[in-house]
């Protein structure tokens, strides 16, 4: 019983901990919206050009890959009855060896575009948070955070964020301005 109440005392304590007013009471709390700030600021706008352009390169590759091995597979079927069984087996190892290559290759361009996609945002969010943390000792605040879409459940970090602590118009006025590098 003691072990129980000792774990609700200290469930309730983190509770008013983190709260908004204990947040407050020790300094303010605002945030900044990564996707504004990519979409309104050059380097943003450079970034979102950059993965585009990675993306198409690396779509062309498997779509060539693709195009080569559907080619090979329309030749096999048009050549089929007049090749040997073993030729045409020969013909299908070669064509799933092709699929695996593929499979691998998507694989691969999934994971180098992801691998560039994190370089370039961890970059930007570095600058972003250099200016974060000139605004907040500039301004008081204690905790700036960073607003994030989480793509696959369509929502964000911050669920509710008032327009009088959302900071991201003016870490984008500075990112754009040059300053906080």
Known sequence: MKTRNLAIFVAVAV???LSPAAATA?????????SRALDLTTK????????ANKRDEL?????????NMLTKKDDLNKKKDALSDEAVK???K????????????????????EKYKVELLKN????????????????GYAII???????????????YGDKSVDLTDKVIRRLNQGTGQ
């Open 90 to 92: 020969a013909k299908m």
């Open 124 to 139: 930007f969010i570095e600058r972003m948070e250099a200016i974060a943390q000139q605004v907040a000792k500039e301004e």
């Open 26 to 34: 020790q300094g303010k709390v605002g945030f900044v919206d990564l």
């Open 59 to 67: 779509e062309l590759q498997i779509k060539e890959m693709e195009l």
């Open 145 to 159: 955070i960073l607003k994030v879409e989480d793509f696959m459940t369509q929502s964000s970090v911050v669920l």
């Open 15 to 17: 509770a008013l901990a």
């Open 44 to 51: 943003g706008k450079g970034i979102t050009k950059d993965l």
């Open 94 to 113: 070669e064509l799933n060896q092709l699929g695996m290559e593929y499979q691998a290759a998507v694989q691969s361009a999934t994971v180098d575009f």
